[in-house]
């Protein structure tokens, strides 16, 4: 299905005491049925919040928003979310974590269950279900996380820099697990992110933002094969062009 | 580290010390001061009045806390969660709390009379307001992740109450309930010197009229030593409900 995801002049203004923050205007875009779409730029762009108003847990001040053809009026049940603090319930197990979307869908506690384990197992979490967050790792947490999002089958997988605050090697491995689990399950993937690096090796396309107020200054296809090779000619080209089209003054990994 | 905690037990012994050095020297007369073993004595010749009137106070504050924890938990977990009832509590609470339950001995032998009841409508106003104060505060502390989490669920209100709002407020709720039962036995042993027949303030009151020292004395002992029991409990309970916890907080108290 085309135009999964459609963001029509949307703007966002935060009332705050003295001056309200304009945190988007004039969003446009539409996101195509299994499009895997970074949204690229430095912090305080208003990347997560365009998620947010994406995941329905904020309101335009202007525009339109619709996902799976139906205008926003809450947090829709085709779409997920991924935060980057992953947001987990620290007193509950693994498993329970895993399961809670599915309870909150009123799914029968057998198949909660027998779901919450096949993803477990997809995110390699096996023998982990009965821990609780404080005794995982970071980026166990993260995949907790995911596997969280992928149980109640989301045509909208919405992410907040989700592997923002890992070690270089474990988001590499992140990366390539989110990779193969999307090419499966085809799911529309909205992601955000502020490293150059990250958006290329992972989206068709790249939305850059820039800031005050956040608007989207680009919007750049990425036709190179995957896996992606970093080193290769045509990627650093791109990284080039999106650090021209940021401001960056110099790679802001 | 046993000889460290050993270290908190020397003031203890030098009060027990001065104690006897004071009856040798006859600073007071034996009929005021008794000897240390005429004390010990009383655990056996009087034990079933002892235990009969600590079983009294104890019941009392078990009945008197448990009506506060019935309705300052769902309570708070409410004012809490719902920002007009909060708008409508606020001040009332505020007012309330700083009366002294004792004070409202007379206003209540007046409306209730002699007996459980006023006791226990005393010990439920002591423990109520840390018990409705500490659940409001831990309601607030939550994580706003983790109810975006939840909204994004689309999960139904009742369910974020009981698996999210509550746990998350259980560690303050437990801070609340300690500071609640000592409240509580600091409030029955009052109030049994004026506004009943039974129990430890009655018993040691009692006993000030018959020139029992000895029972006075034995009675503070047990009035103490349950005190730091149920207090001990309270802990114990708090680590055992709240072990998810384990690893998070620097230190566990
Ligand atoms: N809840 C909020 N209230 C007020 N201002 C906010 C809020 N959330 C974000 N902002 C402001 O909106 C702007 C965009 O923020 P954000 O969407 O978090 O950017 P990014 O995710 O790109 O870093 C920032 O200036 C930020 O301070
Ligand atoms: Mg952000």
Redesign the pocket.
């Known amino acids: 299905m085309n135009r999964f995801i459609e963001c029509a002049g949307v703007g966002?203004i935060?009332?705050?005491k003295t001056e309200s923050?304009e945190?988007?205007r004039g969003i446009d875009f539409t996101c195509d049925s299994g499009d895997f779409v970074c949204l690229l730029?430095?912090?305080?762009?208003?990347?997560?919040?365009?998620?947010?108003l994406v995941a329905g847990l904020?309101e335009p001040t202007a525009g339109n928003i619709a996902v799976a053809g139906k205008t926003l009026d809450g947090p829709s049940p085709a779409a997920a979310i991924v935060f980057q603090d992953h947001g987990l319930f620290p007193w509950m197990t693994v498993r329970k974590n895993v399961e809670f979307n599915m309870k909150a869908r009123g799914v029968a506690a057998g198949e909660r269950t027998a779901t919450a384990a096949q993803f477990i197992e997809m995110t390699g979490l096996t023998g982990f279900g009965d821990r609780y967050p404080h005794e995982l790792s970071g980026g166990m947490r993260q995949r907790v996380g995911i596997a969280r999002a992928l149980t109640t089958g989301p045509r909208a997988l919405l992410m907040?820099?989700p592997f923002g605050a890992l070690d270089a090697q474990t988001r590499g491995k992140l990366q390539d697990e989110l990779l193969s689990i999307w090419e499966k399950q085809r799911t529309t993937v909205l992601f955000?992110t502020?490293s150059i690096d990250e958006a290329l090796l992972l989206a068709d396309r790249i939305l850059v933002?820039t800031?005050?107020p956040?608007r989207i200054a680009a919007d750049i296809k990425v036709d190179l094969p995957r896996p992606r090779a970093p080193q290769s000619e045509a990627f650093s080209a791109l990284a080039r062009e999106l650090r021209g089209l940021i401001g960056a003054d110099r790679d802001f990994d | 580290m046993r000889l460290q905690r050993a270290l908190g037990l020397l003031p203890l012994a030098l009060l027990l010390l001065a104690w006897h050095l004071a009856v040798q020297a006859k600073v007071y007369p034996p009929v005021l001061l008794p000897p240390i073993a005429k004390v010990l004595a009383v655990f056996v010749d009087d034990l079933p009045t002892v235990v009969d009137h600590a079983l009294s106070s104890i019941g009392r504050v078990i009945a008197g806390i448990s009506c506060s924890f019935a309705v300052a938990v769902p309570l708070g977990l409410m004012i809490g969660r719902y920002r007009w009832l909060d708008l409508l509590t606020d001040w009332s609470i505020q007012i309330f709390r700083s009366v002294p339950p004792i004070s409202l001995i007379p206003l209540a032998i007046l409306f209730l009379g002699i007996g459980d009841k006023p006791a226990i409508s005393l010990i439920f106003l002591s423990g109520l307001w840390p018990l409705l104060i500490n659940t409001i505060f831990g309601v607030r502390g939550i994580e706003r992740t983790l109810i975006k989490v939840a909204r994004a669920a689309r999960a139904a209100e009742f369910l974020v109450m009981k698996d999210i709002i509550l746990p998350a407020a259980l560690p303050a709720i437990f801070t609340g309930l300690r500071l609640a039962v000592g409240a509580g036995w600091l409030t029955v042993v009052t109030a049994e010197m004026i506004a009943v027949k039974s129990g430890l303030g009655y018993m040691i009151l009692n006993a000030q009229l018959t020139f029992r020292s000895d029972l006075i004395i034995a009675g503070i002992i047990v009035i103490g030593a349950i005190g730091l029991l149920a207090d001990q409990l309270v802990r114990l309970a708090r680590s055992y409900v709240c072990r998810w916890q384990e690893g998070l907080t620097a230190s566990p108290e």
């Open positions: 966002k935060y009332p705050v923050v945190a988007l730029g430095r912090s305080g762009c208003g990347k997560s919040t365009l998620l947010q904020e907040d820099e955000v502020h933002f800031p005050r956040g």
